[in-house]
């Protein structure tokens, strides 16, 4: 653990996970590697935030693996995890490998700030 430091400093940006989610038998359902996915999209939401004011993520399953280390045949089925569990919304969809889709992240993550979890 690091000692309490003034001049510490984290590289980089980092995900918060709300305690409620975390807690939810909605998380709780979700494979761990479908976990990875939702933390490697969360964190690209959240760096993203600047550029798109809306709310959405626009990515694709190549984006994803390249960011979790996780194949992509388990990308693709955590991403129909999420999506079956209301983890995301699908606005735009995307061809294969060609154009990129746009999510919506349900739940706290929202640009304008926290907001309530409801499953």
């Given at each position: 653990?690091?000692?309490?430091?003034?001049?510490?400093s984290?590289n980089g940006?980092?995900?918060?996970?709300?305690?409620d989610?975390?807690?939810?038998?909605?998380?709780?359902?979700?494979?761990?590697?479908?976990?990875?996915?939702?933390?490697?999209?969360?964190?690209e939401f959240i760096?993203?935030k600047?550029?798109?004011?809306?709310?959405?993520l626009?990515?694709?399953?190549?984006?994803?693996?390249?960011?979790?280390g996780?194949?992509?045949?388990t990308?693709?089925r955590?991403?129909?995890?999420?999506k079956?569990?209301?983890?995301?919304?699908?606005?735009?969809?995307?061809?294969?490998?060609?154009?990129?889709?746009?999510?919506?992240?349900n739940?706290?993550?929202?640009h304008?700030?926290?907001?309530d979890?409801?499953?």
């Amino acid at each position: 653990m690091a000692k309490n430091n003034k001049n510490y400093s984290i590289n980089g940006g980092f995900v918060v996970l709300p305690d409620d989610t975390i807690r939810s038998n909605q998380w709780k359902s979700l494979t761990a590697s479908t976990r990875c996915v939702y933390i490697a999209m969360l964190t690209e939401f959240i760096r993203d935030k600047n550029t798109n004011p809306m709310n959405e993520l626009t990515i694709d399953h190549d984006d994803i693996e390249e960011i979790s280390g996780i194949a992509h045949s388990t990308v693709v089925r955590a991403m129909r995890e999420l999506k079956d569990k209301n983890f995301l919304k699908i606005k735009q969809k995307g061809s294969f490998r060609r154009h990129k889709s746009t999510y919506t992240i349900n739940g706290r993550y929202t640009h304008s700030g926290c907001e309530d979890v409801r499953w």
